[in-house]
């Protein structure tokens, strides 16, 4: 099946940090992918759509100057968490899609910030 | 937009019994119906899907049914195991293979398995 990449799978860091995470389809082009973050025993929620090539998506009350997406590439989205938080710990899930393929996860990074 | 309701959010069931997960859908022009299994810290797995020109599929001891006039799908569950465990999601979308949309999720059912 497909293969999607995310790295870090863990960060700690101090508040004010930025964060940088990345989403990699390692077996399939993905014309899109999108960014899903998870509070603890909550469901998956959608922050953002990025297309490849152009400006991502932002769900409502998602900020994106402090989300910044770039998705430069077929196979490679990033997600910058900017002067991270303590709020903002959570666990960031990318998944990945084109016309051929239903969404498939990454493994999910797990933020924690100081 | 899309709003997914999922029932219940605790289930426990004996091993080797049946479980049934529900969920209903808000948009009509939904009609593709993954079910993902999440252990703890972990990605989401898709476990099964149903797109809607169909009415039941089946997967060994998983199937899901969709009713489309009633706007509810469901996940069954025969001769549940402890590795059954997990926390499950149903999710909706209007899926029309361009891939551009996100899912909606419904809140997670935690079915646990007592041996």
């Known amino acids: 099946g497909a293969v999607v990449s995310q790295h870090p799978s863990w960060v700690i860091c101090k508040s004010g940090t930025s964060v940088k995470i990345e989403c990699r389809s390692l077996?399939?082009?993905?014309?899109?992918m999108f960014w899903y973050r998870q509070f603890p025993k909550q469901s998956l929620m959608l922050m953002a759509t990025?297309?490849?090539?152009?400006?991502?998506?932002?769900e409502q009350g998602v900020e994106k100057d402090k989300f910044l997406i770039n998705h430069a590439s077929l196979t490679l989205s990033t997600l910058t968490v900017t002067s991270a938080h303590p709020e903002d710990s959570s666990f960031y899930i990318c998944?990945?899609?084109?016309?051929?393929?239903?969404?498939?996860f990454g493994d999910g990074t797990r933020l924690s910030i100081l | 937009g899309e709003n997914v309701e999922q029932h219940p959010s605790t289930l426990s069931v004996q091993e080797g019994d049946s479980a049934v997960i529900k969920c209903t859908y808000s948009?009509?022009?939904?009609?593709?119906f993954p079910w993902y299994k999440q252990e703890l810290g972990k990605r989401p797995q898709l476990i099964i899907d149903?797109?809607?020109?169909?009415g039941e599929k089946k997967d060994q001891r998983i199937a899901v049914t969709l009713n489309k006039t009633a706007k509810h799908f469901s996940l069954h569950i025969t001769e549940t195991q402890p590795e059954d465990s997990a926390v499950y999601f149903c999710?909706?979308?209007?899926?029309?293979?361009?891939?551009?949309?996100?899912?909606?999720f419904g809140k997670g059912t935690h079915l646990i398995i007592q041996p």
């Open positions: 990025s297309n490849e090539g152009s400006k991502a998506t932002y």
């Open positions: 077996d399939f082009q993905a014309t899109t």
């Open positions: 149903i797109r809607s020109n169909v």
């Open positions: 948009d009509s022009a939904s009609n593709y």
């Open positions: 999710a909706a979308i209007s899926y029309s293979g361009g891939g551009a949309d996100g899912l909606t």
């Open positions: 998944s990945a899609s084109n016309s051929n393929q239903p969404q498939h």
